[in-house]
């Protein structure tokens, strides 16, 4: 496996790369994934059973490692990574954290790890509620962040909790699988082996964004949004959430320039809920207005915004009206333009939950607040532009998502006729004007 490590480094490494990079070198977050918690409050997509990983959640893990999977959609030759305890009750520190290049399974490449430092110090202990940054790691793999061996390759983030964690701050609907080792086992971030981290999990816990160092014209767009960006019902490890998609189809259009950043938790809404804690949480994660801060503006490199949002609000649970949807987006909208000057902001229709077998979903008072909402979105100006994700997954007839986009692709079965699966989010990611984003 090491032959295979030094032959894919060669392919990476012509006499080109030797090369500096030119000045103007900014930050641009690449991947990122809002947090929610604490662990296990979420809606989880395909989830492992994890007792024998977390037995209580209230005490968290105990002196373990995590080893997070995840997909850069643009690529730099220097990294970092954010850690965040936003939803912990107590101090949790990080501790031996490595980058490397992911293999298959928990095996990371052989000798792609490099050690992440914190103000040059292999530690950092983050308080309840606060976030931290690494110093730059350089990926000596990516050397030529244009090459065509790494689309689509991904990243291992590995790192060590001492100690006991406490209630864990994590992203539930991962859709993507990522892996820890047993309780007691102590500092496995180093080892590249599969081995040390036997434990599949399908959610992200503690990491919740990743910058890479970009040319100055290099930008990221964020999907803001529910379980509709969040990926329900495409396929665990598939990448082929509608902003998946989209990063694909960028990348085709204008090569390493524009990161896609998955801002989505599953069952979120616009206003509700009225309060958020790591003792009082909601499945949904706190409200869209409470953490646009936290998950998009406070982002690296962002340069538009695509928000899709409301169907939650309108269900059973939420039952919000249609005007406290729209204050609420207005006021996100001038958070953000405020926070961004010279963002550029798309609203996106919401797609149709009419005859949804989920009990909180499908009535007709919903839909009918919802046609209100995208009359609002469509017509208001308040957005720069507006991607028609409505008209992409409709059926006319009946009113409800096209019988194609219905069936489960994570998890088999008919589909709930609220999510799209893999064919609709395709279909929303191709209904996208991508000279919206042609600089």
């Excluded at 994590?170 to 036997?198: C, I, M, N, R, V």
């Excluded at 329900?232 to 990448?239: K, V």
């Excluded at 949904?284 to 936290?294: D, F, N, T």
């Amino acid at each position: 496996m090491r032959a295979l490590a030094r032959l894919f480094a060669l392919l990476l490494l012509p006499a080109a790369a030797l090369a500096a990079e030119p000045a103007g070198k900014h930050w641009v977050t690449s991947w990122a994934a809002s947090v929610q918690g604490p662990y296990p409050s979420g809606n989880p997509s395909a989830p492992p059973d994890l007792k024998l990983v977390i037995p209580a959640p209230e005490t968290g893990t105990r002196d373990q490692s995590f080893r997070m999977i995840v997909r850069p959609t643009v690529w730099g030759r220097e990294a970092r990574v954010r850690f965040s305890n936003a939803f912990g009750t107590r101090p949790v520190t990080f501790a031996d954290v490595h980058v490397g290049l992911h293999e298959a399974s928990s095996r990371v490449v052989p000798g792609t790890g490099r050690a992440a430092t914190f103000s040059g110090k292999p530690s950092v202990t983050v308080a309840p509620g606060q976030s931290v940054w690494s110093d730059p790691v350089k990926l000596a793999f990516a050397r030529i962040p244009d090459s065509a061996g790494l689309p689509g390759r991904k990243l291992a983030v590995s790192f060590h909790v001492p100690g006991e964690s406490g209630p864990l701050t994590w992203h539930a609907k991962a859709l993507q699988t990522s892996y820890l080792s047993a309780p007691g086992a102590g500092s496995k971030a180093g080892d590249e082996s599969e081995a040390a981290f036997p434990f599949p999990t399908t959610a992200w816990f503690f990491l919740d964004a990743l910058d890479m160092r970009m040319p100055e014209a290099a930008r990221a767009v964020v999907a803001f949004g529910d379980s509709i960006t969040d990926g329900t019902n495409s396929t665990l490890n598939g990448d082929d959430r509608w902003p998946d998609v989209l990063a694909r189809r960028l990348r085709a259009a204008y090569g390493n320039r524009v990161a896609v950043v998955n801002a989505g938790i599953g069952g979120n809404q616009v206003a509700g809920p009225a309060e958020y804690s790591p003792q009082k949480p909601f499945p949904g994660g706190p409200s869209a207005l409470s953490r646009i801060e936290r998950d998009v503006l406070s982002l690296s490199g962002v340069a538009a915004i695509i928000w899709l949002e409301s169907i939650n609000d309108f269900s059973k649970n939420g039952n919000a009206s249609v005007e406290t949807v729209i204050a609420g987006m207005r006021e996100g909208v001038a958070r953000a333009r405020a926070a961004l000057p010279g963002v550029k902001l798309i609203g996106a229709t919401q797609t149709t939950a009419l005859g949804a077998t989920n009990p909180s979903h499908g009535f007709p008072e919903q839909d009918e607040k919802r046609k209100a909402l995208n009359a609002f979105i469509r017509g208001s100006g308040i957005f720069d532009a507006v991607v028609d994700f409505d008209q992409a997954v409709l059926d006319p007839a009946s009113g409800q998502l096209k019988a194609e986009f219905v069936h489960n692709t994570t998890t088999g079965g008919e589909g709930d006729k609220l999510h799209p699966n893999r064919l609709g989010y395709a279909a929303m990611a191709n209904a996208i004007d991508l000279g919206l984003f042609r600089k």
